[in-house]
């Protein structure tokens, strides 16, 4: 008996080659013969080609050689499909707001053992001091499923995660971006430009937008009577 073992690649034609003696026939497992169609070609030379394999296909397979004396050969030929990771999640984009919490997760196939790991900036998650970072992990139904958890989030936490699925057969990534939302950062350096009877320029730079865009800015001033006066922005001419 032969083995023969392929990867499993979704996105690839893996074409495999089981046997080059000159088979007269192939049959499957169930000892029924194989007639070549779009996913299997029995080929002039007497081998058998598999195009895009897949877990169906693993088995065993009987050649059945000729050399026109006595009985036929059979030989078989087991064919072991291996599965490389397979990140089941897309591109995720996740807000949340100031001291919420946080939670993302991805989810993968593949042969075990399958390992996941979340990292951030190519640091794995569980370098972060604190214990920031909790990770959880489930399975079921042939895919395991790895949650991120950040129990109050901070402006900090805003970055892109990194989900990465491995086996002995392979890798898949992912990512996550975390938009931690918040009110904005006061102005800073508010400037008098040009003064006259009837009016004032004013300059400043914005803070920190607490990642959402800024809708106005409130501005007030008290003149010499002492009582208080605001204008919305989005009623004056900004520079």
């Known amino acids: ?41 029995v080929l002039e030379n007497g081998s058998l080609t598999i195009t895009v ?3 169906s296909d693993a088995g065993y397979y009987m050649c059945e050689t000729s050399n026109d004396v006595g009985e036929p050969l059979r030989y078989s030929v087991r064919l072991a499909v291996h599965s490389a ?13 100031k001291s919420e919490e946080a939670r993302f997760s991805c989810s993968a196939s593949g ?15 569980s370098l972060y001091p604190e214990n920031r970072y909790l990770t959880r992990e489930s399975e079921g139904r042939g895919v ?4 991120v958890v950040i129990k109050s989030s901070q402006r900090k936490d805003s970055d892109v995660f990194t989900c990465s699925a491995s ?9 996550v971006r975390l938009v931690v939302q918040e009110p904005p950062d006061p102005p800073q350096d508010l400037k008098a430009l040009e003064i006259t009877s009837n009016s004032i320029s004013l300059s400043w730079n914005p803070g920190h937008p607490g990642n959402n865009p800024i ?10 009577s002492g009582t208080r006066h605001e204008f919305n922005s989005k009623q004056l001419y900004i520079h």
């Open 85 to 97: 990771p397979q990140i089941q999640t897309s591109t995720q984009v996740v807000h949340v707001r």
């Open 144 to 147: 395991k499923i790895s949650e």
């Open 111 to 125: 042969d075990p053992p399958l390992n996941i790991v979340w990292s951030r900036e190519g640091f794995p998650l």
């Open 1 to 41: 008996m032969f083995t023969v073992e392929v990867y499993n690649e979704a996105a690839a034609n893996l074409f495999v080659r089981l046997h080059k003696l000159a088979c007269i026939r192939w049959n499957d497992g169930t000892f029924q013969s194989i007639l070549s169609s779009s996913h299997i070609h």
């Open 167 to 175: 086996n002995p057969f392979g890798e898949d990534k992912t990512t």
């Open 215 to 224: 809708i106005s800015y409130i501005i007030s001033y008290r003149p010499d």
């Open 53 to 55: 394999t897949q877990k």
